[in-house]
């Protein structure tokens, strides 16, 4: 079992995540997002459009490579 945060997933909280994989920490991390989005919370609010621009710009496919290989390497 691993563990990561939410800031380390690109989040805004030090809340932990924990799974055998990396897309069960994802599936976790994103659950929390909407969560977050639900209650308006204002540090997981600029996460998220931080997230987004990443989107925009292209470079999600690389961020994502780049926490799965942290993850990998726990």
Do not use: I
């Amino acid at each position: 079992m691993k563990s990561m945060t939410c800031n380390q997933l690109g989040g805004a909280c030090e809340q932990v995540f924990s799974g055998e994989t990396f897309d069960d920490l994802a599936a976790q991390s994103q659950q929390h997002g909407k969560e977050m989005y639900g209650a308006n919370d204002g540090p997981h609010m600029a996460a998220m459009g931080t997230m987004m621009e990443l989107m925009k710009s292209g470079q999600m496919d690389s961020w994502m490579a780049a926490r799965k290989a942290e993850f990998e390497a726990l």
